[in-house]
């Protein structure tokens, strides 16, 4: 009966038995190549530094710039519509005095306002003729339309809660040309129109307002006061709905039935604006530009850790021969030369995404632009810089690991 030879334990105590190395010392390793050669890991790392800089820098200024870009394609009212009666309706078309609250309720709109004509004439003073409106339009107003349809005061200020009880309005910016009142100055007694009988308050001119342009010919009023001095019955004429970008298809198909669900068919939606047709085609092409982009600078980050490591692996066969020698195993060299790579690739990305990061915003703050680099671009930044050391470190690390003894002290 034949007895099968037990394999030799290894001694632990025997000298010759390879040593294995706690990841500190692997590490230390890893960092020696680093502490040795100090230009040639500054210059290693300045290359890595700006490929990832690179990428932020391609990605980040086409994303302020598109930011910028989205932002004035929103100030055309791409989230913007408009419901109001059928126009030359016999009787006309009453819409409920609550239509804007109701319009409210559908789920994606984050606002809503409304005008109604108050069908009373503005005089610059009561010496002008009663049927003279300079072409004028008296409008009660909620005190969120400026919210709605995206203009802004350039002089004074716009009702509020508390001024629209009062008999004070404000001018749309052709109606206070047209009545003689240019700007508002500070210290000085406010002037005054005619509406119907009564005086009424300037408080506020309107800039421009691209998006409605009735609004610039017409004089605002509170929605109470025109109510308490102008007999307005509270129908509205005119609702703004702003909604989700999204659901502004969705929003359009109900919002008729909503704002009068008796006779839906006699009011009229405008349609979506065509700057949200141009705001996502110009999304799409953006999002493909950045992954071509972001995806070249990659590639190109990547090679220059391979280099650096390939040559770096070829200068220091001495060094990976005489530790063969020493009994360092494969596995020890390859790990020595892995953590190096990703010491260089994470010191490079670290001074990369701030390089970047930096140069990005100093450009978008030159050009007036939003910047925009968010957290997740930078994120991805360092990662993948650390990522593409491991990858681009692991075949010269494998190459150095293969080296004989006897091949790495001879090829000098």
């Given at each position: 009966m034949t007895h099968r030879a037990h394999p030799k334990r290894?001694?632990?105590?025997?000298?010759?038995?390879?040593?294995?190395?706690?990841?500190?010392?692997?590490?230390?390793?890893?960092?020696?190549?680093?502490?040795?050669?100090?230009?040639?890991?500054?210059?290693?790392?300045?290359?890595?530094?700006?490929?990832?800089?690179?990428?932020?820098?391609?990605?980040?200024?086409?994303?302020?710039?598109?930011?910028?870009?989205?932002?004035?394609?929103?100030?055309l009212g791409t989230d913007t519509l408009r419901a109001e009666p059928q126009p030359d309706q016999?009787?006309?078309?009453?819409?409920?005095?609550?239509?804007?609250a109701m319009a409210a309720r559908i789920?994606?709109?984050?606002?809503?306002?409304?005008?109604?004509?108050?069908?009373a004439v503005v005089r610059r003073s009561d010496?002008?003729?009663?049927?003279?409106?300079?072409?004028?339009?008296?409008?009660?107003?909620?005190?969120?339309?400026?919210?709605?349809?995206?203009?802004?005061?350039?002089s004074g200020r716009f009702l509020d809660p508390v001024t629209e009880r009062f008999p004070t309005v404000v001018l749309g910016h052709e109606a206070g040309r047209r009545l003689g009142f240019d700007t508002l100055t500070p210290g000085q007694a406010p002037p005054q129109v005619v509406i119907g009988n009564r005086w009424f308050t300037v408080v506020g001119i309107l800039e421009p307002a691209a998006l409605a342009p009735d609004i610039d010919r017409a004089v605002l009023v509170g929605w109470e006061s025109a109510r308490a001095n102008l007999a307005f019955d509270g129908h509205p004429t005119v609702v703004y709905v702003r909604t989700a970008e999204p659901a502004i298809e969705a929003v359009r198909a109900v919002l008729a039935q909503t704002v009068n669900p008796a006779m839906p068919g006699l009011v009229q939606v405008s349609r979506p604006s065509d700057a949200l047709a141009a705001k996502r085609a110009t999304e799409n092409t953006f999002s493909a530009l950045f992954v071509g982009l972001a995806g070249v600078a990659l590639l190109v980050g990547g090679i220059g850790v391979a280099n650096t490591m390939l040559i770096s692996v070829l200068e220091r066969r001495k060094e990976i021969g005489l530790r063969r020698a020493l009994g360092a195993n494969r596995a020890q060299i390859r790990n020595q030369f892995l953590t190096e790579s990703i010491a260089l690739s994470t010191l490079g990305g670290l001074a990369g995404t701030t390089l970047g990061a930096a140069a990005t915003a100093a450009y978008a703050w030159s050009q007036h632009w939003p910047t925009a680099i968010s957290p997740t671009t930078i994120a991805?930044?360092?990662?993948?810089?650390?990522?593409?050391?491991?990858?681009?470190?692991?075949?010269?690390?494998?190459?150095?690991?293969?080296?004989?003894?006897?091949?790495?002290?001879?090829s000098t």
């Open positions: 290894a001694n632990p105590t025997d000298p010759t038995r390879p040593v294995r190395l706690a990841p500190t010392d692997i590490l230390r390793l890893g960092l020696l190549g680093i502490r040795t050669r100090r230009m040639r890991a500054a210059l290693s790392a300045l290359g890595i530094s700006i490929g990832i800089a690179t990428m932020i820098i391609v990605t980040g200024i086409p994303a302020s710039s598109q930011k910028a870009l989205m932002r004035e394609l929103s100030a016999k009787p006309p078309v009453l819409l409920p005095e609550a239509a804007d789920g994606p709109v984050t606002l809503t306002s409304a005008v109604a004509n108050t069908h010496r002008i003729n009663p049927d003279d409106s300079s072409g004028l339009t008296v409008l009660a107003s909620r005190p969120n339309l400026l919210e709605a349809i995206h203009a802004k005061v350039g991805a930044a360092f990662t993948g810089a650390i990522l593409i050391g491991m990858a681009a470190g692991a075949h010269p690390a494998i190459k150095a690991s293969h080296l004989t003894p006897t091949q790495a002290l001879a």
